[in-house]
């Protein structure tokens, strides 16, 4: 079970951030791992869009396609670290159990940076959708995935993303039962909120797959100066916002989308931008939703 009010934003009370920051601003990159193959024949829908649209069956091998986002785990990880490091920016990061077990590397670069670290299902082409009608399947799958976190990170994640946001209508409730506090799949505000479940509160703090390089670039084509001016547009307002009531900014981001060397100039304007405004909070999620708990009941009375 998952409810959430149905609240507009205008019905609200203010949401004042701490020390009258207007923007809870968070960079997320995504440490994803895929399988080469499957077991099944059907097309392996790889937890995003293609970069050759004809997919193959999941038995076959798409080196294409394949090849095409290991190029963010080999090289454009690390090109996004440096260019995100100059501005002393701490991203936020969700990874795959399997780019723990297989490719480590990746989250050592997150860990030795003191980046949050954030549960983002087991493989990220196997989405929690496959147990809509299994819950012990799902709850299964998420215990595992969180206890593959909690042995490789060192400590327990404190939420959760699940792989291409297709979670179910258990997953909120299994998280909490599994000790999770907050959960990223719902896109639907600019501002935390709680969610109920039969085991109890859990706080949504909304991701956005319309400010995510895969929405801007690969669905729709954009250039990189295109990008830059759409997220300072972004920012601009909700900055102008935040001043009557604060909100959340998320800047989805991939490693083999956002970590090619002509999309640096992106991230260079962007962060130059941001970091020119005084009253940004730069944030974590976990930060964030401890903080929100303090004053949920405040912000959207529960009836």
């Not at 076959?60 to 785990?73: C, L």
């Not at 859990?202 to 954009?222: A, K």
């Not at 962007?270 to 976990?286: C, K, M, N, Y």
Request: hydrophobic fraction near 35%.
């Amino acid at each position: 079970m998952l409810e959430y009010p149905y609240v507009p934003i205008n019905k609200r009370q203010p949401l004042r951030f701490p020390n009258g920051k207007r923007v809870a601003l968070i960079l997320t990159i995504n440490l994803e791992t895929w399988d080469l193959v499957k077991s099944y024949k059907e097309p392996y829908y790889a937890g995003g869009p293609a970069i050759l649209p004809d997919l193959l069956p999941g038995d076959v091998p798409d080196f294409p396609n394949y090849s095409w986002r290991e190029y963010g785990q080999r090289v454009g990880l690390w090109r996004m670290f440096e260019t995100i490091d100059q501005y002393e920016v701490k991203p936020s990061c969700t990874v795959n159990a399997v780019t723990c077990e297989r490719r480590f590397e990746m989250v050592d670069a997150a860990l030795s940076r003191d980046c949050e670290i954030i549960a983002h299902n087991f493989e990220q082409g196997e989405l929690l959708t496959k147990f809509a009608h299994d819950k012990d399947a799902e709850r299964k799958v998420i215990a595992q995935t969180l206890s593959i976190f909690e042995q490789y990170i060192g400590r327990k994640s404190k939420g959760w993303l699940s792989s291409s946001l297709r979670g179910t209508t258990n997953t909120a409730e299994l998280l909490v039962d599994l000790g999770c506090e907050f959960y990223c799949d719902l896109m639907n505000d600019d501002q935390p909120y709680l969610i109920t479940t039969n085991q109890g509160t859990i706080v949504s703090v909304p991701y956005s797959n319309e400010i995510n390089d895969f929405t801007l670039v690969v669905r729709r084509g954009h250039t990189a100066d295109d990008v830059a001016a759409i997220l300072k547009e972004e920012l601009s307002v909700l900055y102008e916002e935040g001043g009557e009531t604060g909100r959340i900014m998320n800047v989805g981001l991939h490693p083999h989308v956002s970590g090619r060397a002509y999309r640096q100039r992106t991230l260079h304007q962007f962060l130059q931008f941001a970091r020119s405004l005084e009253d940004v909070w730069w944030t974590t999620r976990e930060e964030l939703a401890a903080w929100y708990r303090t004053v949920a009941d405040q912000h959207i009375p529960r009836s």
